[in-house]
């Protein structure tokens, strides 16, 4: 059985960072794609970055050189180390996987916020 579970979310100040992790089982990293989106109240989801089955990083401009998608294979984990944080980087954070052509495997979400 496929399962995400994610977490890592809460409150940090403007600048500050946060690392959230999403623990896959069910399935191997070797054969999945897997991706960080998020959503912000009355907005559409926004897909920030993916990480290949070959460890292949990719990241919208949006959060280039701010966010960094990485993986544990040993922990089954999928990470994203955020930083420099902006009150606009307050969303729900999902992660989610593939293994064809769409995101079918999602995680559970935490809610990330960022407010003085």
């Known amino acids: 059985q496929v399962q995400l579970v994610v977490s890592g979310g809460g409150l940090v100040q403007p600048g500050g960072s946060l690392r959230l992790s999403c623990v896959t089982s069910?399935?191997?990293?070797?054969?999945?794609?897997i991706t960080w989106i998020r959503q912000a109240p009355g907005k559409k989801r926004e897909l920030l970055a993916v990480l290949t089955s070959g460890n292949y990083a990719s990241y919208v401009d949006l959060v280039k050189g701010r966010f960094t998608i990485s993986r544990n294979d040993a922990e089954n984990s999928v990470y994203l180390q955020m930083n420099s944080l902006k009150p606009a980087d307050t969303a729900v954070y999902y992660c989610?996987?593939?293994?064809?052509?769409?995101?079918?495997?999602w995680g559970q979400g935490t809610q990330v916020t960022v407010s003085s």
């Open positions: 069910g399935f191997s990293l070797d054969d999945y794609q």
């Open positions: 989610a996987g593939r293994r064809g052509a769409d995101w079918n495997d």
